[in-house]
């Protein structure tokens, strides 16, 4: 796992109603507001990295 210092900041615009949104849910998961944003990226980049494979799966078997 990397440190601290190790990750550069990013700042971040958005919506109010989907800062509430997410602050929301954050709270719900028990993760900060940093925290809940990067694990919804992570699973989404996750998602679509299975997808490909999952779709040339489907080809070969049909």
């Keep these: 796992m990397m440190k601290a210092y190790q990750i550069a900041p990013f700042g971040l615009r958005m919506q109010p ?6 602050t929301e849910q954050a709270q719900k998961n028990f993760r900060s507001l940093n925290n809940e944003i990067i ?24």
């Design 17 to 22: 109603e989907l800062r509430e949104y997410l």
């Design 39 to 62: 694990q919804r990226l992570e699973a989404s980049r996750q998602k679509e990295n299975a997808q490909p494979a999952a779709t040339g799966q489907a080809l070969v078997t049909q």
